[in-house]
């Protein structure tokens, strides 16, 4: 069965440090793998995305992520955390083949201390 | 463009009463998406439709429907809450890259 793993719940890491947030997914094919940030009491906003081609793929506010095929592991980085970044992450997969659906993890918390 | 809209904000119900969330896009996406999102649990999908005219069932759809009733509007309806649908739940429409576009949400309290 599909399924998204954010393995940790809560990151906590101080201002202008580097940060990786771990994600690892379960489907037989290659997917579509996402970054979503969401801000306190707001919805969520794509970080970025992987469909094909190059593994390392560049988003806004200076994320990016590596797919890694053999590990089945999307990771998002940024080697200089703001305190803007507060917020809650989620990697999501999908739509899988023949529908529409999309997987989401359960998000990881991320604090910074100033 | 306003991009992914939900209306109500916030809402209280008593256990038994029925309401509809409503959630308007105005960027001609074809699949339109309900989820719920609830403490360490992620957002999990209730509805989606494909297209105008379509409704597919996601992972957690007991307790609601939905109605795509254009290709702009995407409604779910609670016929009879009960306190475990208490939750924040989350309107979005995706384009033909998938990225999905996300409403502000609508904090629903059961009691």
């Known amino acids: 069965a599909q399924s998204v793993t954010q393995p940790d719940i809560h990151i906590t890491v101080s201002e202008g440090a580097s940060l990786e947030l771990r994600c690892n997914y379960s489907?037989?094919?290659?997917?579509?793998l996402f970054w979503y940030v969401q801000s306190p009491g707001q919805g969520l906003q794509l970080l970025l995305k992987?469909?094909?081609?190059?593994?390392l793929v560049q988003g806004i506010k200076g994320f990016e992520a590596e797919f890694k095929r053999s590990q089945s592991s999307f990771n998002l980085r940024k080697p200089s955390v703001h305190w803007s970044d507060a917020a809650e992450y989620f990697c999501?997969?999908?739509?899988?083949?023949?529908?529409?659906?999309?997987?989401f993890g359960t998000g990881t918390r991320l604090k910074v201390l100033a | 463009n306003a991009g992914v809209t939900q209306t109500p904000k916030f809402q209280v119900l008593k256990t038994g009463q029925s309401m509809t969330l409503q959630c308007a896009q105005d960027?001609?996406?074809?699949?339109m998406y309900w989820y719920r999102q609830d403490p360490g649990m992620g957002l999990r999908l209730i509805y989606y439709?494909?297209?105008?005219?379509?409704?597919d069932k996601g992972e957690v759809p007991n307790g609601y429907n939905v109605s795509r009733l254009n290709k702009r509007e995407f409604s779910l309806r609670l016929e009879s809450a009960a306190p475990s649908q208490t939750s924040v739940y989350f309107c979005?429409?995706?384009?033909?890259?998938?990225?999905?576009?996300f409403g502000p949400g609508t904090r629903l309290l059961v009691l």
């Open positions: 999501a997969v999908g739509p899988f083949s023949g529908t529409y659906k999309y997987i």
């Open positions: 960027m001609n996406h074809n699949s």
């Open positions: 489907y037989g094919a290659t997917p579509y």
């Open positions: 439709s494909a297209s105008e005219g379509t409704t």
């Open positions: 992987y469909f094909s081609g190059d593994t």
């Open positions: 979005a429409s995706s384009d033909l890259q998938e990225t999905q576009y």
